[in-house]
């Protein structure tokens, strides 16, 4: 079955740590991969999208993402976390609108 | 501004009393999308709607309606409401195309008791 899985539900760094939160999918083609972010009572926005081309996409607020078809995994990654960074972050395959559980971020001070 | 908007932000209600949340659109969108977020569950997707007069079940249809009388109206409606369908839901767009980027309303938060 097409999936998209989140593995870790809530990750705790420390302000200036780095940050990566795992995304694996279950497709049969190369799906279209997006990251969202969810701040507390906010709708959510989209951080960076990979269509194809360039395994390493740049998006918003520092964040990127790395496409690995071998591990069928899209990691995001940020070299320092924020304060402000402290959201619910969503993976999400666009082929058939399908989202991951979530990863909830804690930054600690 | 290009914007979802969903009315109401917040809504208490009984079992059984038909309700509405309203989704408006002002990018001139064909798709149009309604999903609950329930704790430890992410986003499900309710309905969506390839252009007007066009609509099709997500993966948790049941107890929900929809309509696309106009491009950039997309109403959820709750005939009779159970405690079940307490949660978070938003609206989405996009433009058509394979992966577009879809634009999210604020959300309602809708207890149902």
């Known amino acids: 079955a097409q999936s998209v899985t989140q593995p870790d539900i809530h990750i705790t760094v420390s302000e200036g740590a780095s940050l990566e939160l795992r995304c694996n999918y279950s497709?049969?083609?190369?799906?279209?991969l997006f990251w969202y972010v969810q701040s507390p009572g906010q709708g959510l926005q989209l951080l960076l999208k990979?269509?194809?081309?360039?395994?390493l996409v740049q998006g918003i607020k520092g964040f990127e993402a790395e496409f690995k078809r071998s591990q069928s995994s899209f990691n995001l990654r940020k070299p320092s976390v924020h304060w402000s960074d402290a959201a619910e972050y969503f993976c999400?395959?666009?082929?058939?609108?399908?989202f991951g559980a979530g990863t909830r971020l804690t930054v600690k001070p | 501004e290009a914007q979802v908007t969903q009315n109401p932000r917040y809504l208490i209600t009984v079992t059984g009393k038909k309700l509405t949340v309203t989704c408006s659109q002002n990018?001139?969108?064909?798709?149009m999308s309604w999903y609950r977020q329930d704790p430890g569950l992410g986003l499900r997707q309710i309905y969506y709607?390839?252009?007007?007069?066009?609509?099709d079940k997500g993966d948790v249809p049941e107890g929900y309606k929809v309509s696309r009388k106009e491009k950039r109206n997309f109403p959820l409606i709750l005939e009779s409401p159970s405690p079940n369908q307490t949660s978070l839901y938003f609206c989405?767009?996009?433009?058509?195309?394979?992966?577009?980027?879809?634009?999210f309303g604020p959300g309602t938060r809708l207890t149902v008791l």
């Open positions: 990018m001139n969108h064909e798709y």
């Open positions: 709607s390839m252009n007007v007069e066009v609509t």
């Open positions: 989405a767009s996009s433009s058509l195309g394979g992966g577009n980027e879809q634009f």
């Open positions: 990979y269509f194809s081309g360039d395994t």
């Open positions: 497709y049969g083609a190369t799906p279209y």
């Open positions: 999400a395959v666009a082929n058939d609108m399908r």
